[in-house]
């Protein structure tokens, strides 16, 4: 009977070897576990744990036979020594030293039991998952433990295929950070700076052929109608928006009538091809500045029209403030006049948020400062405003009308 248990006293490594005549009234079969979780269903072996019970007496746990004929824990008591050695219900009792592949026979477990050889030392290989089966007291130890690797193999294929899907995830593109009007300012000086030095290191018979080629673009834009080197982006609304900014005429139909279609948008050559100036609304009043004309265009091309509207009601307000009130002899009144706080709400709206009319106000004579963490836009004292200033406000009054 010693020989018998020899497998289960403390440091046994090995199998004994056979024979000797001993007849223990059932085989030992020696059942090998094939690993990957195939003998019950799943799909990895399992965790192997070591057990150790030295307690004399009952070992405190309830084994059912498998199919194969091996042992398999049903349950566990409460409070005995196979609960504190760790042991759940679905282990399957193995050899030491066999790591989880070689299981115990049913039999030979009872008889290890009721014998009082302590301690007993032995292995389990136990299928562990993030999710227990369910209705486990309703079903044998074996359909729990099956239940239990088909779990594991499930949690093993989802972890594989996340696995996967991370591998194969297109890297997130980091947005740009988008500039400031002022940023953007300086980076267009910038730029029309080094396209001036640009200009001056030409040779005179580049500088030749460059001036040739813009009277060459200005001479067909005039041909044409409208300017075919010029890109602009804009949506149809905005294209509607942009007839406002250029001369245009009217389809008419077959009968001599205006029909219903919208004006086809007109661009209206400079004169000369190094300056662009916006056509004054009499022949009296001065052309605006280059600036103002560039900035103009922006506004009523890039905008929706209703939005240049509004912003411009207000700009036109401001920019009159500034050029009349703000110019009055108490100073104490006429400063309010001359400072712009960009942070306001309604000025935010009709100034930062309309692309073009932070740079008509600039334009017009405003400068941008800063004070106690604020940004304001403040005309200069004792300047009613440029020479073509009644033209760029009338202008802007027109397309408020339009």
């Not at 046994?12 to 576990?33: R, V």
């Not at 309830?62 to 566990?76: C, D, F, Q």
Request: some cysteine; proline content about 5%.
């Amino acid at each position: 009977m010693d020989k018998l248990f020899e497998r289960f006293k403390p440091g046994a490594k090995k199998k004994p070897k056979s024979g000797g005549g001993l007849n223990f009234g059932f085989s030992l079969p020696g059942q090998k576990f094939q690993g990957e979780g195939k003998s019950l269903g799943g799909g990895k072996p399992g965790k192997v744990i070591g057990i150790e019970l030295p307690e004399p007496g009952s070992l405190g746990i309830k084994v059912e036979k498998r199919p194969n004929g091996t042992a398999i824990v049903a349950s566990v008591l409460e409070g005995s020594q196979a609960e504190k050695a760790g042991m759940i219900r679905g282990d399957i009792v193995c050899f030491q030293g066999s790591g989880g592949q070689e299981e115990v026979p049913y039999a030979l477990f009872l008889e290890l039991a009721k014998a009082q050889q302590r301690p007993v030392c032995f292995e389990v290989r136990r299928v562990q998952t993030k999710t227990t089966a369910s209705g486990e007291g309703n079903r044998s130890a074996e359909a729990y433990a099956r239940q239990q690797a088909v779990i594991a193999a499930a949690e093993k294929r989802e972890r594989a295929a996340k696995a996967i899907n991370k591998k194969t995830r297109p890297a997130e593109k980091k947005l740009p950070d988008l500039l400031s009007t002022e940023e953007k300012r300086k980076l267009e000086e910038e730029r029309l700076a080094r396209m001036d030095a640009a200009v001056e290191n030409q040779s005179e018979a580049s500088k030749e052929a460059a001036q040739a080629a813009k009277m060459n673009e200005a001479r067909t834009a005039a041909q044409l109608g409208y300017n075919p080197y010029e890109t602009n982006k804009v949506t149809a609304g905005q294209a509607r928006n942009a007839t406002t900014a250029v001369a245009h005429g009217a389809i008419q139909n077959e009968s001599g009538a205006t029909g219903d279609m919208p004006p086809l948008p007109m661009v209206r050559p400079p004169t000369d091809p190094t300056t662009v100036v916006a056509t004054p609304t009499s022949k009296n009043q001065t052309p605006v500045s280059h600036d103002f004309q560039v900035a103009y265009e922006t506004a009523v091309t890039a905008n929706d029209h209703d939005k240049v509207v509004n912003s411009f009601s207000i700009l036109r307000k401001l920019i009159q403030n500034a050029a009349t009130k703000g110019q009055g002899a108490d100073e104490t009144q006429a400063q309010k006049f001359r400072k712009v706080r960009l942070g306001n709400a309604k000025i935010k709206a009709a100034i930062v948020d309309v692309e073009g009319n932070f740079d008509i106000m600039m334009a017009v004579g405003f400068q941008l400062a800063e004070e106690e963490g604020e940004s304001f836009l403040v005309f200069p004292q004792g300047f009613k405003g440029e020479e073509w200033l009644p033209t760029a406000l009338a202008l802007m009054e027109k397309y408020e009308k339009s």
